[in-house]
């Protein structure tokens, strides 16, 4: 017989979460934040990871607290990375509680935009980037939600939009406004161009969760399924190895919003997130 060719650590953490449908952005944080607590305590081998884990996490955890001075959500992430490691990858109870130095959450005040200062960020960009500005502003969506819209999830009859799997996992309703619908199906009529294009070119095939791609095989490849913010190029999808188009990243609609505020010589702290804060104040 061969020998059994052995798998890293992170292969198999990526092989449990693919099993269980995580994510492919969890997916990514939680092997970065493992292969940082391997680095950090310097193991060399597989044994070390069950050598005092419970105390080897709380060094990790408070060394993030102290030194590295992270929020409570970003510490929070690295332990939900390691107790996915250890209960669900190596199997391993963690029996001691892991008490370690706890993260103090700053109390920050949301940075707000003027109307006046809204119009001036957006009048200066262009493109997709400014398209996404509108939509975030207009509608009090979350950069993530914004770009992972499906067609379908836009709604022209009723002026609405479906955000599906938002924070929580919970599905929700939100409107639009009417100064960027006819931008919208513009924007859409361009998109279905080169969705045509992909599908002549034997591409145009676009990720679906597993239950979806599963219950409807055909889906991936359909109008309605397809991202609203497509990104410029295809590229091969890391889990299934096929070459498809994915949405636009969200660092290209922040760099766009962070070299519009440059521009308008704004000293505030803008970002796509502050859209969504401006929303919600100027609705009072």
């Not at 997916?27 to 990871?49: A, N, P, Q, T, V």
């Not at 009417?178 to 080169?194: A, Y």
Request: contains cysteine.
């Amino acid at each position: 017989m061969g020998k059994q060719k052995k798998t890293n650590i992170l292969e198999e953490v990526r092989n449990v979460m693919r099993v269980r449908h995580y994510s492919i952005h969890t997916e990514r944080s939680y092997c970065d934040w493992i292969k940082r607590f391997i680095f950090f305590h310097r193991m060399k081998e597989r044994g070390e990871l069950f050598i005092e884990s419970g105390k080897k996490i709380e060094r990790f955890l408070s060394h993030l607290a102290i030194e590295g001075n992270v929020a409570p959500s970003t510490q929070n992430q690295a332990m939900n990375a390691l107790v996915f490691l250890y209960k669900k990858v190596l199997e391993q109870n963690l029996a001691l509680k892991i008490d370690a130095v706890r993260s103090v959450k700053q109390k920050n005040i949301p940075v707000v935009l003027s109307r006046e200062e809204v119009a001036a960020v957006i009048g200066i960009m262009d493109g997709v980037p400014r398209l996404v500005a509108q939509l975030l502003y207009g509608s009090g969506l979350r950069i993530t939600e914004a770009l992972r819209l499906r067609v379908q999830d836009v709604d022209f009859s009723n002026k609405q939009i479906v955000v599906r799997s938002g924070k929580g996992g919970r599905d929700r309703v939100t409107t639009f406004p009417t100064t960027i619908e006819p931008l919208l199906k513009d924007h859409l009529n361009r998109v279905r161009n080169l969705h045509n294009q992909d599908l002549a070119a034997g591409y145009g095939s676009v990720y679906l969760p597993n239950a979806l791609a599963r219950k409807y095989p055909n889906a991936a490849v359909e109008w309605g399924w397809q991202y609203v913010f497509p990104s410029r190029g295809l590229s091969v999808d890391p889990r299934s190895g096929k070459k498809r188009r994915h949405h636009v990243d969200p660092s290209t609609v922040n760099r766009a919003i962070k070299t519009a505020v440059k521009r308008n010589g704004l000293a505030k702290k803008v970002s796509a997130h502050t859209f969504r804060h401006t929303f919600a104040t100027h609705l009072l």
